[in-house]
């Protein structure tokens, strides 16, 4: 990795006085969660459209739940790593404000970050899509309808034809518009309108990613490597 790189994101960082994460599924590919869209990223074998949609929760609601309970067990024993913990850290020093996340894991809470906007909701936590009744999630996972209105649970994740949830977006959005510093960590930025963030930043844009091959032109400073690797190795010139 380019050193001379690693050291203008640091500096960077100690100069802002308003930086914002924005992260997506190559933050959590070292814990063990594959991404969408890398080889052997979950849309590499789904389409999205049959089981992560409004159209499979209303049409084909056994597959859309198989699905979820095979995405939320593929969280079991997988933890945060190190990046996330540093992001953490940068956090508690007033070295970023918030994050802004693509990722429905909630790795950056258990790391330690308190300020994260969950743009697509999360796979931690269900409710009923009839009643909005919150149930548990182990009644989620024994395929169990609704206790209340015996209706369809599902996890609090956006799926392709709902909205993002107003106040997440809103929040980033305003963030990233006052950031001195926005840094984008393991995404593809393919997904409208999370994409749309990092422009409305004024200041300076990093992008660290493993394939800076597409989506790197709006960045100041594009940084090639592992989410994990990057962000400790930042945090050495940082400490
Ligand atoms: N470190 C850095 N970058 C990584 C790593 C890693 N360890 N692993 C993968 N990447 C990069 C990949 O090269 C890819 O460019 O992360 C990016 C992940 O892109 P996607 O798989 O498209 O994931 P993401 O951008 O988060 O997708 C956005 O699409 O399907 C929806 O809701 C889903 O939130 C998701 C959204």
């Not at 067990?73 to 996330?84: A, D, F, I, S, V």
Request: a neutral charge; one cysteine or more.
């Amino acid at each position: 990795m380019d050193s001379s790189k690693l050291s203008l994101l640091a500096s960077w960082m100690k100069q802002s006085k308003y930086t914002v994460v924005l992260t997506g599924a190559g933050m959590s590919t070292e814990s063990g969660i594959p991404d969408f869209r890398s080889p052997g990223g979950w849309w590499r074998n789904i389409d999205p459209a049959t089981v992560a949609s409004r159209y499979a929760l209303e049409n084909r609601y056994e597959l859309f739940r198989d699905f979820y309970i095979m995405r939320i067990n593929t969280l079991e024993g997988c933890k945060p790593h190190e990046g996330h913990k540093v992001l953490a850290e940068w956090e508690k020093r007033g070295l970023v404000h918030c994050i802004a996340t693509q990722n429905v894991d909630r790795f950056h809470q258990e790391a330690g970050s308190r300020n994260v906007y969950e743009l697509h909701g999360n796979i931690r936590t269900v409710r009923c899509e009839d009643c909005s009744n919150a149930a548990e999630l182990k009644e989620f996972l024994e395929k169990k309808p609704c206790a209340k209105c015996k209706g369809k649970l599902r996890p609090n994740v956006v799926l392709f034809g709902e909205s993002l949830p107003y106040e997440a977006l809103d929040n980033a959005t305003h963030s990233i518009s006052k950031a001195d510093l926005a840094v984008v960590v393991g995404t593809s930025l393919q997904v409208y309108p999370v994409n749309q963030l990092p422009e409305l930043c004024k200041g300076k844009k990093a992008y660290i990613n493993l394939d800076t091959g597409r989506s790197s032109s709006q960045f100041d400073l594009v940084i090639e490597g592992s989410a994990r690797d990057v962000l400790t190795k930042a945090e050495m010139l940082l400490d």
